[in-house]
């Protein structure tokens, strides 16, 4: 009569804890490392010469990585010029977004009725309509200003198109602050405007800095208004410059395109690397407060 093996013990609770963390960190790896490829081939691309840029096969190391791309970038296209406007509009947009939309989102979280109601059926709809639809009426409206192909007249743009998300925004931040100590503060005697700059706008923060963020991003990238709005050449934008890397026939000069849409990149990953921690901090001293 043949013995069976005693069955194995159940894996304890520690194991399979261990083993649950490991499978998180392993997904999130692969998803980082899923969302890091385009980057990382958008780089490759760039320090690539260009007899290696026209191969059959090509690889993800260079054999002879170079410089030259990104000299070639700079001394065929004004990229300075371009960067220095687009980080101009960038900033002009996502400043004057933040400060108009933060009483706007106080007034739209503290109010119940059909004001609140109006501003939020907006908020839903104006990320309804498409840019094509958008860009006669804003056109004229820019030419009755006399702001066509000036730069504030895009920053005004960008801040119209940013204004609906960052009351979405700011306005989840603001539901979120305690009613109780907009109370304590007017039993005090502040008033409305005094209870939002000195209690609640503080609390709000880390929700400022990621909205601030995003309207920078969103203007920082955008194409098409600038590519409409902004006819002179000294005053494009990058989006709108590193178009000129592509020649009459469609044709791509692909290594100095990728140079220079790699250094476009770079301001908005340094953003993220740098406002992290900032929100982190902006989050953890509202707790506190």
Known sequence: MTRTAPAAPPPTRELRR???????????????????????????????????????????????????NFRQAFDEHPLLRAAGN?????VA??????LVATPAAYVIARTRGRLATAATGWVVVS???PFVLL???????????????????????????????????????????????????AVDGAGRLRTLVSVTAPLLAPGIVVTAMFAFIIAWN?????????????????????????????????????AAAFLATLPSLVIFALIQRRITGGVLAGAVK
């Open 18 to 68: 261990t083993l649950g963390r490991a499978g998180q960190y392993l997904a999130l790896a692969a998803y980082l490392l899923f969302l890091a490829l385009p980057f990382l081939w958008l780089l490759s691309t760039a320090v690539k010469p260009a007899k290696e840029l026209g191969s059959l096969h090509p690889a993800w190391i260079p054999d002879q990585p170079t410089l030259e």
């Open 86 to 90: 687009s980080l101009l509009v960038a």
């Open 93 to 98: 947009a996502a400043v004057i977004a933040v």
């Open 127 to 129: 990320q309804a309509f």
């Open 135 to 185: 860009i006669i009426p804003l056109f004229l409206v820019l030419k009755n200003l006399r702001m066509i192909n000036t730069l504030w007249g895009l920053v005004l743009v960008y801040v119209v198109w940013a204004l609906p998300f960052a009351l979405w925004m700011l306005a989840g931040y603001v539901r979120a602050v305690p009613r109780e100590l907009e109370e304590a503060a």
């Open 222 to 258: 955008e194409f098409f208004f600038a590519l409409v709005l902004l006819k002179s050449p000294e005053k494009q934008t990058l989006p709108v410059v590193l178009t000129h890397f592509l020649g009459a026939e469609g044709a791509a000069d692909l290594g100095p395109l990728a």
